[in-house]
């Protein structure tokens, strides 16, 4: 049970307690795109049992780009309820996004998959360029481009 994410059904939805890494170079965003998916998504996933949030944000980031980065903070938190687009079930998800430490000579390759077992692919999008994106989270449009100070709490109900 150790390994178990902490997400879990309810007769009215589903609850989700995920992480999300932040990580910039060169003014783009890194984020990740699934075959099956028609949008992006921040690198990260879901926290297990008995892990801390930091804990997870460093192990999805390794699953994800394949490299172990440093944790500059914790950045934003975010309140979420949506209807997720591909199962449409509701969601009530609680994540915390942190930024990350990157050097430019870092290679990031892509070796997951995502919820529905379709292949993953790291995407380097331009931060000025983010409202031309379908992507989630989706105040990554608007909070990046002003910069990242200080922790944000941040509440979305679509």
């Known amino acids: 049970m150790e ?3 902490l997400a879990f059904k ?3 939805g589903k609850f989700n307690y995920r992480v999300g890494a932040i990580i910039i170079r060169d003014n783009k965003l890194l984020m990740v795109k699934n075959d099956s998916a028609p949008y992006y ?3 990260g996933g879901r926290v297990k049992l008995n ?3 930091e804990e997870a944000v460093s192990r999805e980031t390794f699953e994800e780009t394949g490299m172990e980065l440093e944790i500059d903070r914790l950045a934003f938190i975010h309140e979420h309820f949506f209807n ?3 199962t449409k079930e509701d969601y009530h998800e ?3 996004f942190y930024l990350m430490k990157v050097s430019t000579s870092m290679d990031f390759v ?3 998959f995502g919820d529905q077992g379709t292949k993953e692919h790291l995407h380097w999008l331009p931060i000025e360029d983010l409202d031309r994106y379908h992507l989630y989270p989706e105040f990554f449009k608007t909070k ?3 910069g990242i100070d200080g922790i944000e709490h941040i509440i979305s109900k679509e």
């Open 84 to 86: 997720e687009e591909i």
């Open 41 to 43: 998504y921040s690198v």
């Open 3 to 5: 390994d178990q994410d």
């Open 51 to 53: 892990e801390t949030s």
């Open 110 to 112: 892509c070796k997951s």
């Open 94 to 96: 609680i994540a915390f």
């Open 144 to 146: 990046l481009s002003r």
């Open 10 to 12: 309810t007769n009215s």
